[in-house]
């Protein structure tokens, strides 16, 4: 993505978006910004944003850490570092202990049946075919906002949340906000009938323009010469997945655009390019940060992810995609000046989870890495209990990060519920990939451990009594726990490269600039918000407010 890129595809779009009518504001004098606009990087690792320092854009990632505020050691508390739980984190302040979202899906314990964190099949999809298990509201998610807050204080207020995914947009939306998310069948952009019954006039003619279809047969190619690239891992590793070498043309093999290339672009730079374009029509369609009542804009831009488990964070394909989004940050920050002026808003971006190097590359190190089967673990721990208490199929399935068990049969056979419980962690502890387990009877009782037992206060913040397993699991460190042979690399651990994520923040009204080494939680980002404008933490929040340092 080069200045051809730019003047091929994102001027125009861009110029027809700022002709709908923003000029740009004076700045007032205001106790709180008009707009705040709030970033989540899907999968990014803090490492990658201060390892890449030197080749970022001038105005991209490093107006944060240039002229803002950002955290040198900002991590999450949980355990289970997932793409749910992570964005529904983020504006709640609370851990899925309280917010519900344990997983991106997980079991139903009375059923078994399997639940998506975001799905609800009273609604569907605007305009487009909605499965099952598709994410249509925020039902699962047990807590507010920021954003629920907020329009509560003032029904005025405007709550946006746009993604690559569902989840991404959903959670952060909250109860009162609005979501919209990438359709992977036809380009576009679509909310659900839990939101509204049709769209907007501005949703509307930004689909009508196919603005998806202008990346068709574009090319991914690295940003810079090979040299520049001597951090990462090249091209082609056998363990990546297909298509795991730069330049990679989009639609390559197909006469006209459809469902595969829509899908491969969200998996490209050219997948946040179009979810920013959408956030600029937000901006122009819905008039954020435009009066005297505050907006929140949340983007969780979801490529990223989707590159880190098909490569690997150490991959150069990652490496490049950074540079693209930083470049494409630039250019979207930049639009914010203009379109709501400089000193009107305030900008935080963070990511929902780090990412752990692929177990291949792990093991090139030196490191005891590999791929635990969760199938053949479920069926180590059946054929034990079986043996012990002589039922079969007493584990019911995997559910989040644990081992779900029928309570059901376990009461009907009067078994003991703890004797199976410490059977089957008895039996994960066996696994070469597992590196701790927790039972339900330890996890409703807080003695029953010491509190510095590892990884017991990660898990407690993971662990929901209503939804979660019997036995939570922890993953060893660079092992990978995987039905089928899926990603080079995921995250969903306790470790430092999945937990540990930037916190960044710009907005010279209200924010003092510097780097910030005190260790911070993600959970304190909702209250810090919330004392920025003026309203109360969410209700189940139980964050500290960032020690940022307000201007003087």
């Given at each position: 993505?080069?200045?051809?890129?730019?003047?091929?595809?994102?001027?125009?779009?861009?110029?027809?978006?700022?002709?709908?009518?923003?000029?740009?504001?004076?700045?007032?004098?205001?106790?709180?910004?008009?707009?705040?606009?709030?970033?989540?990087?899907?999968?990014?690792?803090?490492?990658?944003?201060?390892?890449?320092?030197?080749?970022?854009?001038?105005?991209?990632?490093?107006?944060?850490?240039?002229?803002?505020?950002?955290?040198?050691?900002?991590?999450?508390?949980?355990?289970?570092?997932?793409?749910?739980?992570?964005?529904?984190?983020?504006?709640?302040?609370?851990?899925?202990?309280?917010?519900?979202?344990?997983?991106?899906?997980?079991?139903?314990?009375?059923?078994?049946?399997?639940?998506?964190?975001?799905?609800?099949?009273?609604?569907?999809?605007?305009?487009?075919?909605?499965?099952?298990?598709?994410?249509?509201?925020?039902?699962?998610?047990?807590?507010?906002?920021?954003?629920?807050?907020?329009?509560?204080?003032?029904?005025?207020?405007?709550?946006?949340?746009?993604?690559?995914?569902?989840?991404?947009?959903?959670?952060?939306?909250?109860?009162?906000?609005?979501?919209?998310?990438?359709?992977?069948?036809?380009?576009?952009?679509?909310?659900?009938?839990?939101?509204?019954?049709?769209?907007?006039?501005?949703?509307?003619?930004?689909?009508?323009?196919?603005?998806?279809?202008?990346?068709?047969?574009?090319?991914?190619?690295?940003?810079?010469?090979?040299?520049?690239?001597?951090?990462?891992?090249?091209?082609?590793?056998?363990?990546?997945?297909?298509?795991?070498?730069?330049?990679?043309?989009?639609?390559?093999?197909?006469?006209?655009?459809?469902?595969?290339?829509?899908?491969?672009?969200?998996?490209?730079?050219?997948?946040?390019?179009?979810?920013?374009?959408?956030?600029?029509?937000?901006?122009?369609?819905?008039?954020?940060?435009?009066?005297?009542?505050?907006?929140?804009?949340?983007?969780?831009?979801?490529?990223?992810?989707?590159?880190?488990?098909?490569?690997?964070?150490?991959?150069?394909?990652?490496?490049?995609?950074?540079?693209?989004?930083?470049?494409?940050?630039?250019?979207?920050?930049?639009?914010?000046?203009?379109?709501?002026?400089?000193?009107?808003?305030?900008?935080?971006?963070?990511?929902?989870?780090?990412?752990?190097?692929?177990?291949?590359?792990?093991?090139?190190?030196?490191?005891?890495?590999?791929?635990?089967?969760?199938?053949?673990?479920?069926?180590?721990?059946?054929?034990?209990?079986?043996?012990?208490?002589?039922?079969?199929?007493?584990?019911?399935?995997?559910?989040?990060?644990?081992?779900?068990?029928?309570?059901?049969?376990?009461?009907?056979?009067?078994?003991?519920?703890?004797?199976?419980?410490?059977?089957?962690?008895?039996?994960?502890?066996?696994?070469?990939?597992?590196?701790?387990?927790?039972?339900?009877?330890?996890?409703?009782?807080?003695?029953?451990?010491?509190?510095?037992?590892?990884?017991?206060?990660?898990?407690?913040?993971?662990?929901n009594r209503e939804r979660s397993a019997d036995v939570q699991v922890v993953v060893k460190q660079y092992w990978l726990?995987?039905?089928?042979?899926?990603?080079?690399?995921?995250?969903?651990?306790?470790?430092?490269?999945?937990?540990?994520?930037?916190?960044?923040?710009?907005?010279?009204?209200?924010?003092?600039?510097?780097?910030?080494?005190?260790?911070?939680?993600?959970?304190?980002?909702?209250?810090?918000?919330?004392?920025?404008?003026?309203?109360?933490?969410?209700?189940?929040?139980?964050?500290?407010?960032?020690?940022?340092?307000?201007?003087?």
């Amino acid at each position: 993505m080069n200045h051809t890129f730019f003047k091929r595809y994102a001027f125009p779009f861009l110029a027809a978006l700022l002709l709908v009518g923003c000029t740009t504001p004076q700045a007032p004098k205001q106790d709180k910004p008009r707009l705040i606009v709030f970033m989540a990087v899907d999968g990014l690792p803090q490492s990658q944003v201060v390892g890449y320092r030197d080749q970022l854009a001038p105005d991209g990632l490093r107006r944060f850490l240039d002229r803002g505020a950002w955290f040198a050691d900002a991590r999450y508390g949980h355990a289970f570092t997932v793409t749910g739980a992570g964005h529904a984190t983020m504006l709640t302040g609370a851990y899925p202990h309280r917010t519900g979202i344990i997983g991106n899906d997980w079991r139903d314990r009375a059923s078994g049946e399997p639940v998506y964190c975001t799905g609800d099949t009273a609604y569907t999809y605007i305009g487009h075919k909605t499965k099952p298990l598709d994410g249509t509201s925020p039902k699962n998610l047990m807590v507010e906002t920021v954003g629920d807050v907020l329009k509560r204080a003032d029904v005025r207020a405007k709550v946006i949340a746009i993604s690559g995914k569902d989840r991404g947009a959903i959670l952060p939306a909250g109860k009162t906000g609005v979501a919209y998310m990438y359709m992977d069948a036809t380009g576009q952009f679509a909310s659900s009938t839990f939101y509204m019954n049709e769209h907007p006039a501005w949703v509307t003619a930004f689909n009508a323009a196919k603005p998806a279809d202008r990346y068709f047969k574009a090319s991914w190619s690295p940003l810079l010469p090979d040299s520049a690239y001597a951090k990462s891992l090249p091209d082609g590793q056998p363990w990546y997945a297909p298509g795991g070498k730069l330049p990679k043309v989009l639609g390559e093999s197909d006469a006209k655009p459809g469902p595969a290339f829509y899908a491969a672009l969200i998996r490209s730079p050219y997948g946040d390019a179009l979810t920013l374009d959408f956030a600029r029509a937000a901006i122009a369609g819905e008039s954020l940060g435009q009066d005297e009542v505050p907006d929140i804009l949340s983007v969780s831009l979801s490529t990223h992810d989707y590159i880190n488990h098909g490569y690997g964070p150490e991959s150069r394909l990652s490496h490049d995609h950074l540079l693209h989004l930083d470049r494409l940050l630039e250019a979207f920050f930049q639009d914010l000046d203009r379109m709501v002026g400089k000193d009107r808003y305030l900008l935080v971006l963070t990511a929902d989870h780090g990412f752990m190097p692929a177990p291949e590359y792990a093991k090139l190190l030196g490191r005891d890495a590999g791929r635990q089967n969760i199938p053949q673990a479920l069926a180590d721990v059946n054929a034990a209990l079986t043996q012990k208490f002589g039922e079969p199929k007493l584990a019911r399935g995997w559910s989040a990060s644990g081992v779900l068990l029928d309570d059901g049969v376990i009461a009907q056979k009067k078994l003991d519920q703890r004797a199976v419980e410490e059977e089957a962690r008895r039996v994960l502890l066996t696994e070469p990939g597992v590196a701790a387990a927790f039972t339900r009877t330890e996890l409703e009782n807080p003695a029953s451990l010491p509190a510095d037992t590892p990884f017991l206060a990660q898990v407690r913040n993971t662990w929901n009594r209503e939804r979660s397993a019997d036995v939570q699991v922890v993953v060893k460190q660079y092992w990978l726990f995987e039905s089928r042979r899926t990603f080079a690399a995921t995250h969903g651990s306790p470790y430092a490269p999945d937990y540990t994520v930037p916190i960044l923040f710009y907005g010279p009204r209200w924010v003092a600039p510097g780097r910030i080494d005190q260790a911070v939680e993600v959970v304190g980002i909702a209250p810090t918000l919330a004392s920025i404008l003026a309203i109360p933490a969410p209700s189940a929040s139980e964050g500290k407010p960032l020690p940022i340092a307000p201007v003087r």
